[in-house]
């Protein structure tokens, strides 16, 4: 990566400047205190459900062995971004060095990346267990549960390999401003010095390629599940069915429709505004209602959470 001089500062570069939520002083702590909830509520959230899981051996299954690793990679996905912000709160200067911006956006992405893959194999985990229910026990193995559960970390992590070795050997000067709260390709892009549209193409579709794919295979697996429910006679058994797919689902729905919403279109037809909102829905209010809404939904959850915290 080299790095260039600008014409209104003769200082070099030494890192890119996270703008965030431009507003006062008083502004700046209010947000830093309503963030700073957020992220701790959060991490109770996600790290109760893990403990739950952990203890009660009742839910030692597949369904929760799942929710278990996708509420640990919720802790690290939001940890990936809000720590720093909390910090550009109380900052004056809101730099970051390019070494941290990469890194918050390999692992931003690559966490992102993983919980694409998470939310695929949790769908085909509900396919089995209402579609296929008397082969589900001999499918759904405790080999086979792991195994999912490495290949969604491992290739969540090798995904975004490219894009970011991509990103990190070009060349950026002028203006070292992002008006972001985190390193989002597309204005860390705006930034180089030579636009190269195969660059671009490269990243926006290695970008898209997991969240189509997998967003496909979730609703064929839904649609399956659909028609299996219809064929259901009695209505305590749809009701149980989709009580079993309804956490899920809304998990599903909060965050791909963020995301479509974010991604779905070019990044210069949003406002700076509307991205950075987006972007918190996602990748802030999504984990944070994740926990909520497995809880609320789930009875054995809720059983299991009652007896975890000794209510």
Known sequence: MKIFQTPNNSSTITGFILLGFPCPGEGQILLFVL?????????????????AVCWDLR????MYILLANFSFLEI???????????????????VISFSGCFLQFYFFFS???????????????RYLAICKPLHYPSIMTRHLCTNL???????????????IIITSQMSFCGSRI??????????LLALACKKVAVIE???STLSAVPVVILLLFIMGSYALILKAVLKVPSAAGKRKAFNTCGSH?????LFYGSVLVMYGSPTSEHEAGMQKIVTLFYSVLTPLLNPVIYSLRNKDMKKALKRFLGT
């Not at 839910?59 to 597949?62: A, D, G, I, V, W």
Request: glycine share 4%; charged share 5%.
């Open 59 to 62: 839910l030692h299954t597949p």
């Open 149 to 163: 559960v490495l290949v969604c970390w491992i290739l969540g992590f090798l995904w975004f390999l490219i894009p």
């Open 35 to 51: 963030f700073s909830a957020v992220y701790l509520l959060t991490l109770m959230g996600n790290a109760s459900i893990i403990c």
């Open 111 to 125: 966490l992102g990346c993983s919980e694409c893959f998470f939310l695929a194999v949790m769908a085909f985990d």
């Open 178 to 187: 992002i008006d972001h709260f985190l390193c989002d390709p597309g204005p």
């Open 76 to 94: 690290w996905y939001v940890t990936s971004t809000v720590p720093n912000m909390l910090a550009n709160f109380l900052s004056d200067t809101k």
């Open 249 to 253: 689902l809304a998990v599903v729905s």
């Open 201 to 203: 193409l490269v990243i």
